[in-house]
């Protein structure tokens, strides 16, 4: 930062120039940002020094926390060596192969290869063109068709937003993409509410099987999904459900694809979501947690069903990114990974601050406004509702969870809305003595939306 300015004048320049991520820019420009200035381990500091209790890991991401001197290390290191080469050209650097190697090891066993990409985004538009690709290569190029869900969230490229399954995208900009198709999520609380969720799990796992017969199973591609969804409100499927997704993709030959951008790294108390949800995938897209978000990198890990093809038959595979293998990201998320085995994190999640925070969140079943309360490792969700009878929702109207998500913000807490669920994704290395400061934070702002709904006669 070269210059030190009041809230104020960041908050001029920042309406001047800088145009957002999925922002009303005209209605931020009036109310003006939040300046995050500075942070360390999970609290953030703004531009008037208030500490905040980063409850979404920056953007699901900071896995290992803020300030981590190990990454900010291996950054120097690899900036004063070697800021950048390419990958194209027949050439390679050091950061780049060790890190391809050491992702080899920490995936599941049918991953020994790896295609980075700067993003999670780029990822899935690289899955993309490697799933027709290998369907080409194989010489049956009429399978085109890619299945996805609705409110999925796989990034906002073309191909990511295409393949998302998010209304707001697909309605500005043309979207998708010819051959994608979605089917509905595995949303027990929206379409299940009469079945036990086992049941419902493998109801909604069979909607992939109506797709794909309607579709036609010569022209079906693949499947794609997020083990829990994130963006689309933390929804967290029936144990059934991913089963019998696979066991459906296998009965029709047609690939799938785990999109472990938010799930993986340590997330759901697993290296990876698909270990959590007991699926075997050809692909996976991975981003955010590979870096803890320190520099950006992202990357598709290639199964050896996939890779084998494309290394023997395929040819030239005409794709890839200037920043495929960035020296200094491979080199942070090299120094990325190796901390989160030193600190035992994903041990961490599964046996101790998973267990406790799933614990803690079921004690929220008893608010008055929370319908339903559900974890997955260090993922949560809070369901808002009106009436606890059948999960009756507030009127859209009153955006509840935007009320919600406002006394977060007053009260020193990042907590994100997505509708009416409330969501959370805390750095893995949050203690028992953090998340039961973050529940005090969780509760009172309950408490002040509901003092809100009470006032106002939402209920
Ligand atoms: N996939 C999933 C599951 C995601 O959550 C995201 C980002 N939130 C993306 C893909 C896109 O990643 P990026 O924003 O790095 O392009």
């Known amino acids: 930062m070269s210059i030190q300015r009041s809230t104020q004048q960041w908050q001029a320049a920042d309406a001047a120039h800088f145009l957002h991520p999925f922002t009303d820019f005209q209605s931020l420009a009036k109310k003006g940002s939040r300046i995050i200035t500075k942070a ?83 990822g899935n538009d690289t899955v993309v063109r490697m799933v027709r690709r290998y369907w080409d290569i194989l010489g049956q190029p009429e399978r085109q068709v890619i299945i996805s869900r609705h409110n999925a969230y796989h990034g906002s490229t073309m191909a990511g937003a295409s393949l998302g399954g998010m209304s707001g995208m697909h309605a500005q900009g043309g979207l998708p993409i010819p051959n994608i198709v979605h089917i509905d999520q595995p949303y027990w609380a929206e379409h299940g509410q009469h079945m036990s969720r086992d049941e419902f799990g493998l109801i909604a796992a069979r909607w992939l099987e109506d797709k794909i017969l309607a579709v036609g199973p010569e022209k079906v591609a693949a499947f794609i999904g997020e083990p829990v969804q994130g963006a689309g409100g933390v929804i967290i499927p029936p144990a059934t459900y991913w089963p019998e997704v696979q066991r459906i993709c296998d009965q029709y030959g047609i690939l799938l694809v785990s999109d472990e951008v938010i799930c993986g790294f340590g997330r759901t108390g697993r290296w990876f979501g698909c270990e959590t949800m007991g699926f075997r995938p050809d692909l996976m897209t991975f981003a955010k947690g590979v870096t803890s978000g320190y520099v950006p990198l992202g990357g598709v890990m290639v199964g050896e069903r996939i890779a084998k093809v494309l290394i023997e038959q395929g040819g030239e595979f005409e794709h890839g990114y200037t920043y495929s293998g960035h020296p200094v990201a491979c080199a942070v998320a090299l120094a990325n990974i190796k901390l989160i085995q030193q600190l035992k994190l994903v041990e961490h999640v599964h046996d101790d601050v998973g267990p406790y925070l799933a614990e803690a969140f079921a004690t929220l079943r008893d608010h008055p406004l929370v319908g339903d309360a559900e974890t997955c490792g260090l993922m949560g969700a809070l369901l808002l509702v009106k009436d606890k009878a059948g999960l009756k929702p507030f009127d859209e109207s009153v955006g509840i969870g935007m009320v919600c998500r406002g006394h977060c913000f007053g009260n020193g807490l990042i907590m994100r809305a997505v509708g009416n669920r409330m969501i959370i994704a805390p750095p893995l290395v949050i203690t028992r003595a953090q998340i039961d400061e ?16 009470q006032r106002e006669k939402w209920q």
């Open 40 to 122: 360390e381990n999970i609290y953030l500091t703004d531009s008037e020094g208030q500490r905040i209790l980063d409850a979404m890991s920056g953007l699901w991401c900071v896995n290992v926390g803020y300030g981590q001197q190990a990454l900010i290390d291996a950054a120097t290191r690899q900036m004063k060596e070697l800021p950048f080469y390419n990958a194209f050209f027949q050439t390679a650097t050091p950061p780049a192969i060790e890190l391809a190697e050491l992702l080899s090891e920490v995936t599941p066993p049918q991953f020994q290869h790896v295609f980075f990409s700067g993003s999670g985004s780029e």
């Open 438 to 453: 973050m529940m005090g934070l969780i509760r009172r702002c309950l408490d002040l939306t509901l003092a809100d709904a």
